[in-house]
């Protein structure tokens, strides 16, 4: 195969050595492999001559800055397991409207489906104050929940547009962020093309192995308005046990 050219970033996969689940197939902005040795000359003799050079500590790292975010990568950084059916427990705001149960004539304001009974709720005055109110089961919708305003210092009207701050159950995948647990160890695999000097063409697939590496468990979330959140990742690369060989580079020609 003649000179080639690479112009391309590289699609990752990497697989959890543990579970063998392929946690992310990943389209990368970046995808970097950096060697390093540590090096050292031996000298000696009449003016010190450089007889040797002392080579060791040979080490790989991986980066990748993936172009969609994919809760998948904070995973592999706690080193925990994406929990499907997790649930956790937030703050809500809702604006709602005082309605006015007609057999007691008591006013309460229905909370959407997730909020909390037996747990205590803001409601917002008009003064800018707030008035600490119990959620409890409601009068008028009596398969929701409600904020009850019967012993409220503060007047309300039926009609009257109220925010309320309160406490809501949430359920979807969770990561659990725990100081005792780390990342294990995957594998990861990048793949790019190559193009023929001459041809311009399509020449080759050029395919990077690294069968354990284990993660950096750091992890930076920067949200800002206007901007992608491009999550990035780094990986050790290890020596297999029983192996001197770390990782690979195959050129595969395209056919």
Do not use: C, H
């Amino acid at each position: 195969m003649g000179k080639i050219v690479i112009q391309d970033t590289a699609d990752v996969k990497i697989t959890d050595l543990v579970t063998g689940k392929v946690v992310l197939n990943a389209e990368a902005q970046l995808a970097g492999i950096k060697g390093s040795i540590s090096e050292d000359d031996l000298k000696g003799g009449i003016g010190n001559k450089k007889l040797y050079k002392i080579r060791t500590d040979k080490a790989i790292d991986l980066s990748m800055r993936s172009a969609v975010a994919d809760i998948e990568y904070w995973a592999m950084t706690q080193g925990v397991a994406v929990e499907e059916n997790g649930k956790g427990v937030f703050t809500a705001d809702y604006k709602g409207v005082v309605v006015e149960d007609s057999a007691t004539s008591a006013n309460e304001i229905v909370l959407p489906v997730g909020a909390i009974e037996g747990t205590k709720a803001q409601v917002a005055l008009p003064d800018g104050t707030q008035e600490t109110l119990e959620v409890v089961k409601s009068l008028t919708a009596p398969t929701k929940f409600a904020v009850d305003l019967a012993g409220a210092k503060a007047t309300f009207k039926a009609g009257q547009e109220v925010t309320v701050f309160y406490q809501e159950e949430v359920e979807g995948q969770r990561i659990s962020i725990d100081s005792t647990k780390f990342a294990g160890k995957y594998r990861v695999e990048m793949k790019t093309i190559a193009y023929d000097l001459d041809t311009a063409k399509v020449t080759a697939e050029i395919l990077f192995d690294f069968p354990e590496t284990i993660p950096s468990g750091e992890f930076d979330i920067s949200l800002e308005n206007g901007n992608v959140y491009t999550p990035e990742i780094n990986f050790s690369v290890l020596n297999p046990k029983g192996s001197d060989e770390m990782g690979s580079i195959l050129l595969k020609p395209r056919k």
